[in-house]
């Protein structure tokens, strides 16, 4: 046999055992350890161990879920071990919606605001807003002479904790799976809920209650499409439209938020005068939001995870108690224990707020 061809094959099978080694300990290809896990890994490998059974304590759901890291070399990822899943932070489950199919549209614009804070940030529920000078606060002086005494301007903005709630129902069956099955229904099934529920408030008009924040839209009044008959007029005037009112509010990174459908459109420009933009299934097709991306500001908590394979849920996007003052039951009801299923809740708090109302927006664009 060809020796080259022989050293290829060791090399391979070397290659392999490789891999397996770093799937055994828990390594990646880049060398980092089940302790170093993405915010992401870490939410959804929370998601799998809650499943395990109520009587079944968390360490021992992981032995379960996870026997091949209890035989690693290295040390265990434990839940108890800081950096894997003691505890789940905020950013966890913002990473679990920023890689989503598709990413979060608020995981996205809270990357590019200037105050994306966490909750034990807003104790007080109030937020300074450093608010744009008319003029520079720096100015040129000569040498030897005092500096000016500038003030900054600041306002504020109030945050809350409004809680989401995300409870997913699964078949006894599930929960015996491989545990990479799961972890990938999981990761899709709890991405796709919580994006949707948020991304939808997010980009909406209803104002905010004692449940829920305001939609980014609330209150603000529509700038009318261009009636242009050349669509790459129309698209041109309308950004204009939408940038120059961003500005004139006070603004400084105006940055666009739109339906897919519209990015086919928006592609058509050239890259030199390509504006920041987000995209998502949630808007509209015909609508474009322009937000002044650094005074967007966001709150997030940790979430929280939990199961339950003996309670009765009513199965409704509205829910109800289970039963009103009048014995009336809510319906459609569901016995987790009696049809061997189990829920698996996910909470939060959140809220958010775009300081100054810098907010446009167009519906109706005929490009």
């Known amino acids: 046999m060809d020796a080259d061809l022989i050293s290829r094959q060791l090399t391979d099978l070397k290659q392999a055992a490789n891999a397996t080694l770093r799937h055994l300990s828990g390594r990646g290809r880049d060398g980092r350890t ?46 108890t071990v800081p950096g894997w899943a003691s505890e789940l932070v905020a950013t966890d489950l913002l990473d679990l919606l920023a890689t989503g199919t598709p990413p979060s549209l608020y995981s996205q614009l809270r990357g590019l605001s200037a105050l994306a804070l966490g909750l034990d940030d807003v104790s007080l529920k109030s937020v300074p807003i450093p608010v744009p000078s008319a003029n520079p606060l720096a100015q040129w002086v000569a040498e030897g002479m005092p500096a000016p005494d500038l003030r900054l301007n600041f306002s504020s903005a109030s945050l809350g904790a409004k809680k989401v709630s995300c ?37 909406d008009a209803l104002p905010a209650t004692i449940a829920r924040p305001a939609g ?9 499409a261009s009636a242009a008959p ?26 666009l938020m739109a339906s897919p459908l519209t990015a086919i459109s928006l592609a058509t420009l050239p890259s030199t005068l390509a504006i920041p933009t987000i995209f998502s ?43 009103s003052g009048g014995g009336v039951l809510a319906t459609p009801i569901r016995s987790l224990w009696q049809t061997n299923t189990a829920g ?4 939060f708090d959140a809220d958010w707020t775009v300081a100054g109302g810098r907010v446009a927006f167009i519906s109706g664009a005929t490009w």
Do not use: C
């Not at 980014?216 to 009318?224: E, K, S, Y």
């Not at 997030?300 to 108690?321: C, F, G, K, R, Y």
């Open 34 to 79: 089940s302790t170093e896990l993405s915010g992401a890994q870490r939410f959804i490998r929370h998601a799998v161990i809650a499943m395990r059974e109520p009587t079944v304590s968390v360490e021992a759901g992981f032995r379960q879920r996870y026997p091949h890291l209890m035989r690693a070399a290295v040390n265990p990822a434990m839940t």
């Open 167 to 203: 409870l997913s129902v699964y078949s006894g069956e599930l929960a015996k799976r491989s545990t990479l099955d799961v972890e990938l229904i999981l990761g899709n099934l709890l991405s796709n809920d919580v994006r949707r529920l948020v991304d939808r408030t997010l980009v």
């Open 216 to 224: 980014l839209l609330n209150g603000v009044v529509p700038i009318a």
């Open 230 to 255: 050349d669509s790459g007029q129309a698209m041109v005037d309308d950004l204009k439209a939408l940038v120059g009112q961003i500005l004139a509010l006070g603004g400084t990174v105006p940055v």
């Open 281 to 323: 299934p949630e808007i509209a097709p015909g609508t474009i939001i322009a937000v002044d991306a650094p005074s967007f500001v966001s709150m997030m908590a940790a979430p929280e995870i939990s199961q339950s394979n003996e309670s009765v849920v009513h199965e409704s996007d509205t829910p109800l108690p289970l039963a």
């Open 344 to 347: 698996l809740l996910v909470r």
